[in-house]
């Protein structure tokens, strides 16, 4: 069980008295921000005999603020006045209350490293740590925040808070003054390094487990209705959904790109962060995308094998990169992308030009044959580094999946490995990123006739059929939606986009320059 830790700096000062404000919380009358900081946690957060209270001294503060009566007046008489540990006492709090005594004062970088080293001693494992560093000396907020992050890596402790009392901005009449937290910019500076963790790394872990650990409490206390919280939410789960892709070779779903349209959409809708100085990080995020399509798009193969590549995870880059070029040929010649069977045609044309197989030796069922041919046939499969690298590509993948211990062939040194996949990456690129590429691509095209209408091609005359098959190619029936009279114009957008998407999505499969047919209502 998590313990909670309350960790504060007492000062040697002679503190005047105020009453400690936060919220709708008025502490008494203290002379001590410690007790008006734990009169507000505890009133908000249940505290057990297992958690604790440590309180950082040196020896002036334990002498004249920790004990009672240590200070003087100008006659040098003992003024009679509780100190801290009489007044923490007094709150009959179930925790330990705890001393860190014979603190040094600072004064150089070996005393500080003490002071350091001996709060750090007082963490455990999996602590929930609430700091108060109104006293003290000028370097120990920062010292607190350092040791706060350094407790979160080591001892994976959560810091609850980061409070002071601001006694200087009191208001004279009334003596308040408020108890500020500034645990945002601890926030903001967790949501710093996880952003730089994958920016630098391709590694969205880390803002992965900020968001289930910042954003899941706000969207409980209200309900799921803090739309900041949520949108920021669903923006971190579309991101870890588009890695977690490319990580895992997911080759169908880059292609079809459905959750990095949704990432790119999420993104849009945050038009203000929790934290305002967050909205930069989550630009320079933003900038990462541009290099993929939010459509159905086979370059964001080719994207995704170039930025598994830079993020140094090589063999899933050498397998997008190698998936992807067959991916294209399938496109180029109306041959199913996501059918083992179908996809093996590609394979196979790459290796009987790559180790020049003669006809009659090809493995390939009769029924394929003639689409081998006809992929043989590409003027594209006459580029000898296209067909290089392909089989580069199939050398390091098999080295990569054997681990390379393979008896017939020496293992690749990683240096090669990782020259060679940056070759293929430069190829692949070149070739099919190029104006040649497209202008083949287009040259090839097959004719689609999609059919959008209650009026089935089967109940056309022979004829119409026939001319319309030779002048526009091969018929895809697509049923007219039922446009009800009472929709509104959002309603009926909606079902458009659906509707154009279907379209759309044929006519990249089929690699066709797709006409239309479209009759029905005329709203729609």
Same mark, same amino acid.
């Given at each position: 069980? +998590? ?10 000062? @002679? ?23 734990? !009169? ?28 009672? @009566?240590?200070? !003087? ?30 603190? #040094? ?65 009191? @208001? ?49 206390? +209200? ?9 920021? !939410? ?9 890695? $977690?892709?490319?990580?895992?070779? !997911? ?14 959409? +999420? ?9 305002? #100085? ?12 541009? @290099? ?72 390939? $069922? #009769? ?43 020496? #293992? ?18 070149e070739i099919f990123l190029s104006n040649e590429c497209k202008n083949h691509k287009e040259s090839i095209k097959n004719k689609l006739l999609i059919n959008l209408s209650n009026h089935p091609s089967s109940t056309w005359s022979e004829t119409q059929r026939k001319t319309a098959i030779e002048q526009f190619g091969d018929i895809i029936e697509i049923p007219f939606p039922e446009i009800e009279p009472e929709w509104d114009s959002k ?34």
């Amino acid at each position: 069980m +998590s313990r909670k830790v309350f960790i504060s700096f007492l000062g040697s000062t @002679n503190y005047g008295e105020c009453y400690y404000t936060k919220d709708s919380f008025i502490s008494p009358k203290v002379r001590y921000i410690q007790e008006a900081t734990l !009169r507000y946690i505890t009133q908000h957060e249940e505290w057990t005999e297992n958690d604790a209270i440590y309180i950082l001294l040196t020896r002036g503060a334990e002498e004249k603020n920790w004990n009672d @009566n240590g200070h !003087r007046d100008t006659d040098e008489k003992p003024i009679v006045q509780e100190g801290l540990k009489t007044r923490l006492t007094a709150l009959q709090l179930p925790c330990s209350i705890n001393s860190i005594p014979n603190l #040094p004062d600072g004064n150089n970088e070996t005393e500080i490293m003490e002071i350091f080293e001996r709060i750090f001693e007082q963490i455990n494992d999996n602590d929930l740590l609430y700091f108060d560093i109104t006293h003290g000396f000028r370097y120990l907020p920062m010292l607190t925040v350092v040791l706060g992050n350094y407790a979160k890596f080591l001892k994976t402790a959560l810091i609850k808070s980061i409070t002071y009392g601001n006694y200087e901005s009191r @208001n004279k009449q009334s003596y308040k003054a408020p108890i500020i937290d500034i645990l945002p910019l601890s926030a903001l500076q967790d949501w710093t390094f996880a952003a730089a963790n994958y920016l630098e790394n391709g590694d969205v872990k880390k803002m992965a487990t900020l968001s289930r650990e910042k954003l899941t409490p706000i969207l409980a206390v +209200s309900l799921g209705k803090d739309t900041n919280a949520s949108n920021l !939410r669903t923006f971190v789960k579309h991101l870890e959904t588009v890695i $977690e892709e490319r990580r895992t070779c !997911r080759g169908i779903d880059i292609f079809k790109s459905k959750s990095f349209a949704a990432l790119y959409d +999420s993104y849009n809708k945050i038009d203000n962060c929790l934290l305002k #100085p967050l909205q930069p990080i989550l630009n320079k995020i933003e900038e990462s995308f541009e @290099n993929f399509d939010i459509n159905q798009n086979i370059k964001n193969g080719f994207a995704a094998a170039r930025w598994c590549y830079n993020f140094g995870m090589y063999q899933q880059a050498a397998t997008i990169l190698q998936e992807n070029i067959v991916s294209w040929f399938c496109l180029l010649h109306n041959i199913k992308i996501d059918n083992e069977e179908e996809r093996e045609i590609i394979n196979k044309a790459f290796a009987i030009k790559n180790e020049h197989i003669e006809e009659s030796k090809w493995k390939i $069922e #009769p029924k394929h044959k003639e689409k081998l041919v006809d992929v043989l046939n590409d003027s594209f499969f006459s580029k000898r580094v296209l067909i290089d690298t392909f089989g580069s590509l199939t050398e390091v993948r098999n080295d990569f999946n054997h681990s390379g211990m393979r008896s017939k062939r020496m #293992p690749l040194d990683p240096q090669s490995i990782i020259k060679n996949i940056e070759k293929c990456l430069n190829n692949a690129e070149e070739i099919f990123l190029s104006n040649e590429c497209k202008n083949h691509k287009e040259s090839i095209k097959n004719k689609l006739l999609i059919n959008l209408s209650n009026h089935p091609s089967s109940t056309w005359s022979e004829t119409q059929r026939k001319t319309a098959i030779e002048q526009f190619g091969d018929i895809i029936e697509i049923p007219f939606p039922e446009i009800e009279p009472e929709w509104d114009s959002k309603k009926i957008d909606n079902i458009v986009e659906i509707y154009l998407e279907k379209i759309l999505t044929m006519a990249e499969e089929k690699n066709a320059h797709a006409v239309v047919h479209l009759m029905g209502e005329y709203v729609f």
